[in-house]
């Protein structure tokens, strides 16, 4: 899920509205920024918008912009589903009476109507996902759908626009190539995997460390479809984040994930293999060396040398067990600071509208009262849909610390002005657990750095920490917002270092070029 997205505006290009969310995300290059939008692999014919968006990126959209979303599968539908079922209608032509065949208003078409009567919002998106997966008897009508925006002979509500997407050959039988005729009549993109793009994606989903090392390390095993005397193998980028979370659940609970495990997810014997074997090694080298010591700030000179006698591999699964700490510091902070700032906000509208109670008829705005605003906030947008996960989640715990705050002051306040200053002490405390929780997490990073230096000095595992911290959202989020003298440090001396290399390479490009041209 994308985290942030500008605001659009009036009227405004979605080619315009991508761009400033390049610009805003802190991408290093606009193609890292517009494929994070299009990171599911599959041929994608749109119409009247930019194509190859997966579900969850159309969700975030509608979200975004406030409009609606309707999505569907067309391989679940027949022709009379998706068109409608006939019916006798009686008419006059000229004089004479005679029987005409009309249509019902089709499903999909009367689920965009219901999402408006739901939500009261009167533009939105239509999504079809397999759409080079419809049959032959639906193919005409869905060449109609596309060109017309019609289901027989009723029309898509206006304000309302037509998204469809489609998987490619080797993740389903079923595809079929369009004619010419209908890709004619679209916009037809193709996006190929990239894992740079969906590693950014994992850091911000809280995919498991050792999966995102792993395949920063064997980078060919993020996706492969084979196909075999045995059927077909494959690892896919659904696998690896449903792998992911089951992982997470097994060290909760205080399992092991073994190979039978891996391979339930992974399905290709060989990647599923290899990567149990990591899997294991990443949880013996975090006993091995210390990892919380050292994130604590506690290590001695036996236990930095035994990691720089260790192999280079070792050093790079010892930076991921850092990362992987690190980040799951940065994203509690920015959960954290998020809600803090959403409840402020509530505090200070409740202080706003505080009256006193002197008056026979005059009641004072109570916390009590906040909470139910913040009760009905919650249930407008999710009826409406415009609540993105991270919103809800947000909300939800903002709305726990207001039923915690009125039952807190209920029965005890008596003085006017007593229920306000005991909620500010409360929100007070709240804030102080925001800034213990930062304090801790600017004191693990620099343990970690520090602990870099002494082992490893300016090195590659020195590249990869940082090389990592800038691939994570969370960490440039809180790096940005509190600073840290080691990385900005380093950081520079990387992206010198960069430039540097880059100029070199171009300089030895200009002489071959010259000395070619002096034959």
């Not at 004089?95 to 078409?109: A, C, D, L, R």
């Not at 939105?124 to 060449?143: K, R, W, Y």
């Not at 092991?256 to 293999?273: F, G, L, M, N, P």
């Not at 074997?277 to 975090?286: A, D, G, M, T, V």
Request: proline share 2%; net charge negative.
């Amino acid at each position: 899920m994308i985290s942030y997205f500008p605001a659009i505006y009036p009227d405004e290009l979605v080619y315009s509205w991508f761009c400033r969310y390049y610009v805003h995300s802190g991408f290093f290059s606009s193609k890292s920024a517009m494929q994070e939008l299009y990171c599911k692999r599959s041929d994608n014919p749109s119409k009247e918008f930019i194509g190859n968006l997966n579900p969850g990126v159309m969700e975030q959209i509608a979200k975004e912009c406030r409009i609606g979303l309707v999505a569907y599968t067309i391989t679940h539908h027949t022709r009379q589903s998706a068109v409608g079922l006939p019916f006798i209608r009686e008419k006059n032509y000229g004089g004479k009476q005679v029987s005409v065949t009309e249509y019902t208003m089709s499903e999909i078409i009367a689920s965009v109507y219901d999402k408006i009567e739901q939500t009261g919002i009167r533009e939105g998106i239509l999504f079809i996902d397999e759409i080079n997966c419809v049959s032959e008897t639906l193919a005409p009508t869905m060449l109609q759908f596309l060109q017309g925006k019609t289901f027989g002979n009723q029309r898509v509500p206006e304000g309302w626009i037509i998204v469809a997407a489609g998987n490619p050959p080797e993740y389903n039988k079923s595809v079929r190539d369009f004619d010419v005729v209908t890709l004619d009549r679209l916009k037809k993109i193709d996006v190929e995997e990239n894992f740079g793009v969906w590693k950014e994606y994992a850091y911000r989903q809280g995919i498991h460390p050792a999966v995102i090392s792993y395949l920063e390390l064997r980078k060919q095993n993020f996706y492969r479809v084979e196909t075999t005397v045995d059927g077909k193998r494959f690892a896919t980028a659904r696998g690896w984040e449903d792998l992911s979370q089951f992982i997470q659940v097994y060290e909760s609970l205080g399992k092991t994930v073994d190979r039978e495990v891996v391979s339930q997810y992974i399905q290709h014997q060989k990647i599923a293999r290899d990567f149990a074997n990591y899997l294991e090694l990443y949880h013996k080298y975090k006993a091995d060396y210390g990892v919380e010591d050292i994130l604590h700030g506690t290590w001695n000179t036996g236990a930095l040398q035994k990691v720089k006698a260790a192999a280079f591999d070792e050093h790079l699964k010892l930076v991921s067990l850092f990362n992987g700490k690190l980040s799951e510091l940065f994203t509690e902070c920015f959960l954290f600071d998020s809600y803090v700032t959403k409840l402020y906000e509530y505090l200070v509208h409740y202080r706003e509208q505080r009256v006193p109670g002197t008056g026979a008829h005059q009641i004072p705005f109570s916390i009590g009262d906040e909470l139910h605003r913040a009760e009905k906030e919650l249930e407008t947008l999710g009826r409406k849909e415009l609540l993105t996960r991270q919103d809800e989640i947000i909300l939800k715990r903002v709305i726990a610390a207001l039923e915690r705050f009125s039952l807190y002051v209920k029965g005890t306040v008596s003085a006017e002005n007593s229920e306000f200053e005991e909620v500010k002490r409360l929100f007070e405390k709240e804030a102080d657990t925001r800034e213990d929780l930062i304090e801790r997490t600017s004191e693990t990073l620099t343990h970690v750095f520090d602990f870099m230096e002494d082992a490893f000095g300016e090195s590659q595992e020195m590249v990869a920490l940082i090389t990592e911290l800038n691939a994570n959202y969370y960490s440039v989020w809180f790096i940005k917002e509190y600073g840290c003298d080691s990385y900005y440090r380093y950081n520079k001396g990387l992206l010198f270092q960069e430039r540097h290399q880059s100029i070199t390479r171009e300089m030895d490009e200009i002489e071959t070029l010259l000395n070619t041209g002096l034959k």
